[in-house]
C-alpha cells in the first residue's frame, strides 16, 4: 500500500497560481488512480480532481478550466496545477489514492490518504 505526502500549499491572491505535489511511497503508484480532494472550514469534502492509471482526467465543476491534474509515474507524483485561483479554492487539499476503478468523483472510493496541505487564497 502506498503512503502519501502532499506539498506546494501556502497564502496565495487571487488570481494567482499554485501547483501541488503528492509523493507517493511503494513501487505500485502507477497501479492507482490518483484524486484530490479539498475541504474548507465548516464545509463537506469536495470532490476536486482526479485521473485514471492512463491519461484520463476528471474534474469538479468549480475548478473545471482551472486546475490540471497529472502524473508522473517515474517520480511516484501527481500534481495538482492550480491557476486563477479564488477565496473559494481555500481549504485543506488532500491526495488520495484508490486500487480500484472509481468512481473517481466519490472520496468513499479511496483506498488511502496523505495528510493535507494548506491552500489559502486572500481576496
Known amino acids: 500500500q502506498v503512503q502519501l505526502v502532499e506539498s506546494g500549499g501556502g497564502l496565495v491572491q487571487a488570481g494567482g497560481s499554485l501547483r501541488l505535489s503528492c509523493a507517493a511511497s511503494?513501487?505500485?503508484?502507477?497501479?492507482?488512480?490518483m484524486g484530490w480532494f479539498r475541504q474548507a472550514p465548516g464545509k463537506e469534502r469536495e470532490f476536486v480532481a482526479a485521473?485514471?492509471?492512463?491519461?484520463?482526467?476528471y474534474y469538479g465543476d468549480s475548478v473545471k478550466g482551472r486546475f490540471t491534474i497529472s502524473r508522473d509515474n517515474t517520480k511516484n507524483t501527481v500534481y495538482l496545477q492550480m491557476k486563477s485561483l479564488k477565496h473559494d479554492d481555500t481549504a485543506v487539499y488532500s491526495c488520495?489514492?484508490?486500487?480500484?476503478?472509481?468512481?473517481?468523483?466519490?472520496?468513499?472510493?479511496?483506498?488511502?490518504w496523505g495528510q493535507g496541505t494548506h491552500v489559502t487564497v486572500s481576496s
Open positions: 511503494g513501487r505500485t503508484f502507477s497501479s492507482y488512480a
Open positions: 488520495a489514492a484508490e486500487a480500484g476503478s472509481g468512481p473517481y468523483r466519490s472520496g468513499a472510493t479511496y483506498d488511502v
Open positions: 485521473i485514471n492509471r492512463g491519461v484520463g482526467t
